[in-house]
């Protein structure tokens, strides 16, 4: 056999097996990306299809369909604005907790709505905040936890609170500034009330 068929032959065997490589490595780096982009979400995707192929499947086409999406960013004088609106709303819990739970969660979807985002249906909701806010999600879906047993009278001051606390996570998050820092840590929660048990109020 000659050298240069054994070249050829060395170079054909050296082109497949980095093929090779690259192949069975495309999953893997997709899944490490996923993970790292989807955070907590990617384990519940994971869990509730009950295997990595399916969830990535969903993710990607959360990926997708949030591409598809009218987003833009806030100008610094309506984040400003929007923030001023949350300080009258956490004002406000101090004599009606439910009603401020009730107007934080209307703030945040009103956010949702200028940055771009759908807001019918919570599940529709969670998952185009996803791509962007994985980050903060598991503090909204405590947040409409607790909003849906204030609607039963069955949260108390305490639950209320802390639903200001998460409602005010995602509202930061949704506000930041394209590149800015997100807070770390949850905002502070707005002061206890003296009563205990289940708050109930009237709308006004």
Known sequence: MST????????IIVAAVVAAVAFLGRPRARTHRLRRRFG???????ERHGGRTAAEEELLTRERKHRELPLRDLPPNRRE???????GVQERFVDEPARAVEQADDL?????AERGYPTRG???QVAHLSVEHARTLDHYRSAHAV???????????EDLRQAMVHYRALFEDLLSAPGGDRPEKAPAAPPAEPAAGPARETRS
């Open 81 to 87: 604005e929007f923030r001023a609106q949350w300080v």
């Open 4 to 11: 240069v068929v054994m070249v050829v032959i060395a170079v």
């Open 147 to 157: 909003s849906g047993k204030a609607a039963a009278g069955e949260a108390s001051t």
């Open 40 to 46: 907590p979400e990617y384990d519940r995707a994971v």
């Open 122 to 124: 919570f599940e529709d």
């Open 108 to 112: 945040v979807r009103v956010v949702m």
